[in-house]
């Protein structure tokens, strides 16, 4: 018999440090309020009644990236913006990620032109992108529950484990 | 009281004749193309001129005619609130000499305009208080509405071609 089962009544349940801090890092996982265009109202409507993001944890947009955990790029970078979005990256407390929300902040999207960055990738480092224009909330929940499961593979010395597949 | 076109045109022409090149008329919208130099002339004429009254500069803007000579023009709407009345002035720019005398002197809201229609076609605005880019970065060079600018900023990764391209793309490391 284990110390789980032993220890069942006192209230106790034993794991590993590193499943217990992601666990409270994918839970509590607070955005950073960056709308840049129409993916703002997608994420808007995710967080409202109807979708709830609420239920992951993530009710609560931080105006300050130094509260925030994640930047959901939500709309097209301008060239003029993209030092903007530079600094708030590089102003947000480790550890942090980083949702390419829509295809204008996953490649360019239909604005192949001088003023839009060819993708928020040559920015910032992207770990999750969301294809659409713009993504139903139903894609941006889905990718920040990839985004979740990446983080719960996070070793502590902040090394990947083998992706787990959501089928 | 309507003004019709023929009327300001020969105000135009009696009081400046040297200034004014020629003259268009579209579906009632009357066009006049006038000297570089004298635009600034012509502009206060149109709005100090009792009968005209020309006194709201609507728009201001370049285009570019790649491979015609003059290369640019500037367009210029104005708009006579008391007479209804509606004219557009167009000046060529020469692409070795891009230069028109600024219109902020006679209208401050040009400002902007005028910094626009440089940063978008690099024609100078000669006497403009502070001639800088106003929507592109400080640091992009050349200008992006001129024609021989390139349309697209990147080609477009398809499944054949991706390789190709991600492997020069600037992607962020850290």
């Not at chain 1, 944890?57 to 994640?70: F, K, T, V």
């Not at chain 2, 709005?47 to 015609?68: S, T």
């Not at chain 2, 006579?80 to 006679?106: A, M, W």
Request: charged share 25%; aromatic share 8%.
């Amino acid at each position: 018999m284990g110390i789980e089962q032993k220890a069942g009544d006192m209230g106790i349940v034993t794991t590993s440090l590193e499943q217990l801090v992601n666990w409270s890092r994918s839970s509590a996982m607070w955005p950073l309020l960056f709308g840049l265009a129409c993916c703002a109202i997608e994420m808007m409507g995710a967080q409202g009644a109807n979708y709830d993001l609420s239920r992951f944890g993530m009710e609560i947009n931080r105006a300050s990236p130094r509260q925030a955990d994640l930047m959901i790029v939500a709309g097209r970078v301008s060239r003029k913006m993209a030092p903007v979005v530079r600094r708030l990256y590089d102003q947000m407390a480790d550890p942090k990620w980083v949702i390419a929300m829509g295809d204008c902040a996953a490649c360019g999207g239909v604005f192949n032109n001088y003023a839009i960055v060819q993708g928020v990738d040559e920015i910032v480092p992207v770990d999750v992108y969301v294809a659409g224009c713009p993504p139903r909330p139903e894609a941006l929940i889905d990718g920040i529950i990839h985004l979740h499961e990446k983080v719960k593979r996070m070793r502590l010395d902040g090394e990947l484990r083998e992706p787990v597949r959501l089928s | 009281m309507a003004l019709d076109n023929a009327t300001v045109l020969e105000r135009l022409r009696a009081a400046l004749p040297d200034a004014i090149l020629g003259s268009t008329e579209f579906r009632g919208d009357l066009s006049v193309y006038v000297r570089p130099e004298r635009i600034v002339d012509v502009a206060r004429f149109l709005r100090d001129d009792p009968e005209l009254r020309f006194n709201f500069l609507e728009n201001l803007c370049g285009v570019d005619y790649l491979g015609r000579e003059p290369r640019f023009e500037v367009v210029y709407h104005l708009v006579s609130f008391t007479n209804r009345s509606r004219i557009c002035l167009k000046v060529g720019v020469e692409e070795h000499n891009p230069s028109v005398p600024s219109l902020t002197g006679l209208w401050p809201g040009a400002n902007y305009h005028e910094r626009e229609t440089f940063d978008m076609f690099g024609i100078i605005f000669t006497g403009h208080p502070c001639l800088e880019r106003i929507l592109m970065p400080e640091d992009w060079e050349g200008h992006p509405l001129r024609k021989d600018v390139p349309l697209g900023a990147e080609e477009v990764a398809f499944t054949f071609n991706q390789d190709r391209i991600y492997a020069h793309k600037p992607f962020a490391k850290e």
